[in-house]
Structures are given as C-alpha cells and as structure tokens.
C-alpha cells in the first residue's frame, strides 16, 4: 500500500534562517507531488506541484522554493525565512482521482 | 483562475440530524473531479467522498451524499444522521487533468449532543 511520510511534524525557525521540509511517498511510482500550506482557520493554498522529477511548478510568488531530487521525494525549502512564512504545511500525492496527504509541520517562525 | 467557494466559514447540526455543506466551482473544463475532504482536529486530511463531473449519478458514501449540479457548479455535501465524530473542518476541492487540486476555504461543522 502507498503511504506518504512527512517530517519533522512541527518546526520553531528564527527570522532569517533556512527551512527544509522533507516529503516521500513510497508504494506507488511517478506520483504527483504537492505543497500546500494552511493559515491558522484558513483554506488549502497550493503553493507546488510536481508532475515528474526536477519539474516544478509555482502556483504563488513566495519566499518559498521546492525540489523534487527523487521521484518519490519532495522538499520545501527557504533560504530565510520570514515571520508570515508560519503555518501549517502539508504534503500530498496524487495519480489523479485523489490527494493523499502527510500529517503535516506545523512551522513557527518567531 | 480556477476557484472553489464555501460560502458558510461556521455550520452546527444537532446529534442524529441531517446538514448540508454548500459549495460552488468555477471551471470553463468538461472533464474533472470534485472532492469532499475532512479535516478533523488531529489536522490529517481524510477523503469524504468524490465525484466524476462526467457521471450524472451523485456519489453516496453511507451516511454522506453529495447534490452535483455541473450546469451550475454546486457540489454541496449532505451529512445525514450526524454523529459527534463528524465534527471537523471540510474543504470541498476540485481537480482536473492541470493536476493541481484547488481548495475551498473550509466550513467548520459543529455537532451539538
């Protein structure tokens, strides 16, 4: 069975530092891959889809970049972050009828 | 832009009754998917329900149930005999074949015992 595995499950950043989320799914192959990131009583903003290793798309201009080195790896990334970079952020995979999602990090960046 | 709307951030429903969860899309796409997702406090994303734009036949999934009118872009979700474990955010959601799933706002439900 596939399952998707997210890490760490919650983060405290200064201002200013780096981020790295890491997100892998095992199970399936040449998944669809997705960032979102949920605003505390807010929606699902999408924030990356990747269809296929090294092809990413950005749905928002942000302080935020993502990579997927790996078919079944994908990871989030920020070189510094910023204090409206805090949320909750989640990962998902699809091929195509339904989005499976990881248990999320919730990241506090004070 | 593609766009999900829920138009009702709050709903309460009484133990045993039945609610319902309105949603609109907008999409100029014949073919895509639309979802009911739910968001318990645990925060993991659980699929509700899920329906093919392209079957007319609304999907049911025991006690959940959903009214699709494709003319008019409605994808509402009927909980019947509500139970306190269906307390819980839910986020209507669409794809199609751009691969990207687009989100509503959520509505959060509220069962009162």
């Known amino acids: 069975s596939q399952t998707i595995h997210q890490w760490p499950a919650t983060l405290v950043q200064p201002v200013g530092s780096p981020l790295s989320l890491e997100c892998t799914v095992e199970?399936?192959?040449?998944?669809?891959l997705y960032w979102y990131r949920q605003a505390a009583g807010r929606g699902l903003q999408l924030l990356f889809y990747?269809?296929?290793?090294?092809?990413i798309s950005s749905e928002v201009p942000q302080n935020l970049s993502a990579s997927r080195p790996q078919d079944r790896q994908f990871i989030l990334s920020s070189k510094k972050l910023l204090l409206s970079d805090s949320g909750f952020y989640l990962c998902a995979w699809s091929k195509g009828q339904e989005a499976f999602f990881g248990q999320g990090t919730r990241l506090t960046v004070v | 832009a593609q766009t999900v709307t829920q138009s009702q951030p709050e709903m309460s429903v009484q133990e045993a009754e039945t609610v319902t969860l309105s949603c609109t899309y907008d999409t100029s796409e014949s073919d895509y998917y639309l979802f009911w997702y739910k968001q318990p406090p645990s925060r993991q994303m659980i699929l509700v329900i899920r329906q093919e734009a392209y079957k007319q036949q609304n999907a049911t999934e025991n006690r959940f149930s959903v009214n699709f009118q494709k003319a008019a872009k409605s994808f509402s979700l009927k909980i019947s005999d509500s139970q306190l474990g269906d307390a819980a955010m839910y986020f209507c959601a669409k794809a199609s074949g751009t691969y990207k799933y687009i989100f509503g706002t959520g509505t959060r439900l509220k069962v009162l015992a």
């Open positions: 990747s269809v296929g290793i090294g092809q």
């Open positions: 199970g399936t192959s040449n998944p669809n």
